[in-house]
């Protein structure tokens, strides 16, 4: 996302990343990689729940996130969404990009 993020700003859309890790692994993957965009943290799976990503057993004997976006009017109304069934498959910027300049609705 960092290497389209511009481009996705200028469509006036931000982007925000939510991980399981404890907010220390993730600062540390935003700093690593010069994100620059937040990176919010969700051990508990509370948002992974309220979004319905999360993967019962998905991985390594614990229950995990399915990657999912999401694209949000201003008042936080989901417009667009995919997640798909395998967590090693996620949507490329680009793809997410060719959504965007299509329109949502």
Known sequence: ???????????GYEVVAIGVDPVEDNAKV???YGLQFPVLSNPELMATDAFGLRHVNGGFGHDIARPGVFL???QGKILWRRFPSNWRKRLRPKEILQ????GTG
Do not use: F, G, T, W
Request: glycine fraction near 0%; include cysteine; charged fraction near 30%.
């Open 1 to 11: 996302m960092q290497s389209h993020l511009d481009e996705i700003h200028q469509a």
């Open 99 to 102: 959504v965007i300049r299509k």
């Open 30 to 32: 935003a700093n690593k």
């Open 72 to 74: 949000c009017d201003p």
